[in-house]
């Protein structure tokens, strides 16, 4: 059995940096994609970014390009979310999830949540302004 958890999660003033954190136990077989999706209040979950299983491959939403990092420490278990210059908008809970690559270690599916098998917790971030 899988199991993810966040962590690194608070409060932050706007254009301020945060580090988000996944640490995942658990054995698993297969090749796999790491993903962080988010979710406001009263708003759908939706994707934030996702990783391929080496780290050669990266997709993020344009609404974080160029302010957001995913990155991967596979001898960790652990993947990372570098997220520099938050606005409020970006407050939201944020889960990270893991779905099955089919055997491809550069394979990053389209960013829907029902790619992923496995998800966190979620951690909350806040972003006043």
């Known amino acids: 059995q899988v199991r993810l958890v966040e962590s690194g999660g608070g409060l932050v003033q706007a254009g301020g940096s945060l580090t988000l954190s996944c640490a995942k136990s658990?054995?698993?077989?297969?090749?796999?994609?790491m993903a962080w999706f988010r979710q406001a209040p009263g708003k759908e979950r939706e994707f934030v970014a996702a990783i391929s299983y080496r780290g050669r491959g990266t997709r993020y939403a344009d609404s974080v390009k160029g302010r957001f990092t995913i990155s991967t420490d596979n001898a960790k278990n652990t993947v990372f979310l570098q997220m520099n210059s938050l606005k409020p908008e970006d407050t939201a809970v944020y889960s990270c999830?893991?779905?099955?690559?089919?055997?491809?270690?550069?394979?990053?599916?389209?960013?829907?949540?029902?790619?992923?098998?496995?998800w966190g917790q979620g951690t909350q971030v806040t972003v006043s302004s």
């Open positions: 999830a893991l779905g099955f690559a089919g055997g491809k270690s550069d394979y990053i599916g389209p960013p829907l949540t029902s790619e992923y098998r496995y």
């Open positions: 658990g054995r698993t077989l297969n090749v796999y994609t």
